[in-house]
């Protein structure tokens, strides 16, 4: 059992490789306390880390009987964007254990890219890569080496478990069964639906077009939730949406926009593959 209400292991990232299907399993494991919100980011976050230790840990309330504690945050492996992240934890939790899910590394932009086109439906994939702004996102976070390197400078590699997302979709049962016995609990219990794929690929999506955030902000909203049932409550929400399907177009690479963003990764991904154990040409450019 543990100490107190704090994590004793971190799945870091890397985003749109697999975390929320990682997260939603390891949390139906009965041994194992995750928090009903995925991605507490109180590490990455400056202004969540200025709430400070005691509201970090109230997250947490309730793990008291579980033999493992979690905190599913892929911005904790966004080093140029949260360069504080690594040294956080290592200072907070030094006894931490980590579980890194990656996948190939220009799926994972693809994958990111359309996650976000409604926001930026004029922004194509080539765009979207080459718009300066955006870049410690879109490229650095498939830069795998360089990510996890921010955690090898703290915690020895016997803490940190690389799990390839390419194999996690081939054969979920056996790969989490690795996660379970990495994280110390019951690797035998069964979870349900290992295979289920949370967030899957995106070839159209849903847009909420109301002012249903303003709604939520409402005086009207805020009685409503002291004084009416929930199930009423949801009713009225559901209501008040007026909802788009935005039809996502296929990924079309200029050549050399790709040639570019391959000269940004390879070596990153050599040096990553080869450590990890995995033949230089794992990941097919």
């Known amino acids: 059992?543990?100490?107190?209400?704090?994590?004793?292991?971190?799945?870091?990232?890397?985003?749109?490789?697999?975390?929320?299907?990682?997260?939603?399993?390891?949390?139906?494991?009965?041994?194992?306390?995750?928090?009903?919100k995925k991605e507490p980011k109180?590490?990455?976050?400056?202004?969540?880390f200025a709430r400070g230790w005691e509201w970090y840990t109230s997250l947490f309330e309730g793990?008291?009987?579980a033999i493992a504690v979690g905190d599913a945050t892929p911005a904790y492996s966004s080093r140029t964007e949260n360069p504080k992240t690594a040294g956080r934890i290592?200072?907070?939790?030094?006894?931490?254990?980590?579980?890194?899910?990656?996948?190939?590394?220009?799926?994972?932009?693809?994958?990111?890219?359309?996650?976000?086109?409604?926001?930026?439906?004029?922004?194509?994939i080539n765009a979207f890569v080459r718009h300066e702004p955006y870049n410690p996102w879109h490229l650095d976070r498939s830069r795998y080496w360089f990510q996890i390197s921010a955690y090898r400078n703290f915690f020895s590699d016997d803490r940190i478990l690389v799990i390839?997302?390419?194999?996690?979709?081939?054969n979920s049962e056996h790969e989490l069964k690795r996660c379970l016995e990495f994280i110390g609990v019951d690797p035998e219990i069964k979870i349900e639906n290992p295979d289920k794929i949370y967030n899957?690929?995106?070839?159209?999506?849903?847009?909420?077009?109301?002012?249903?955030?303003?709604?939520?902000?409402?005086?009207?909203?805020?009685?409503?939730?002291a004084m009416i049932p929930k199930k009423i409550r949801d009713l009225l929400v559901r209501g008040s949406r007026l909802r788009k399907t935005i039809e996502i177009p296929p990924i079309q690479w200029d050549e050399k926009v790709y040639e570019w963003v391959v000269e940004q990764l390879k070596n990153d991904s050599m040096q990553f593959l080869q450590h990890y154990g995995k033949p230089g040409d794992y990941w097919k450019y």
Do not use: C
Not at 92 to 109: D, G, M, S
Not at 206 to 216: A, M
């Open 1 to 36: 059992m543990i100490a107190s209400n704090k994590p004793t292991f971190f799945v870091i990232g890397a985003a749109k490789s697999g975390t929320t299907s990682l997260y939603s399993l390891l949390n139906s494991h009965p041994q194992v306390f995750m928090p009903e």
């Open 42 to 48: 109180f590490f990455s976050n400056d202004t969540f």
């Open 63 to 65: 793990s008291e009987n």
């Open 90 to 124: 290592a200072e907070a939790v030094p006894e931490a254990k980590f579980i890194y899910i990656v996948r190939h590394p220009l799926k994972r932009i693809e994958s990111l890219w359309r996650f976000m086109f409604p926001k930026n439906p004029e922004m194509d």
């Open 164 to 170: 390839f997302f390419e194999e996690f979709k081939e």
């Open 200 to 225: 899957k690929s995106l070839t159209s999506i849903v847009e909420d077009r109301s002012g249903y955030k303003k709604f939520q902000q409402s005086i009207a909203f805020k009685a409503m939730r």
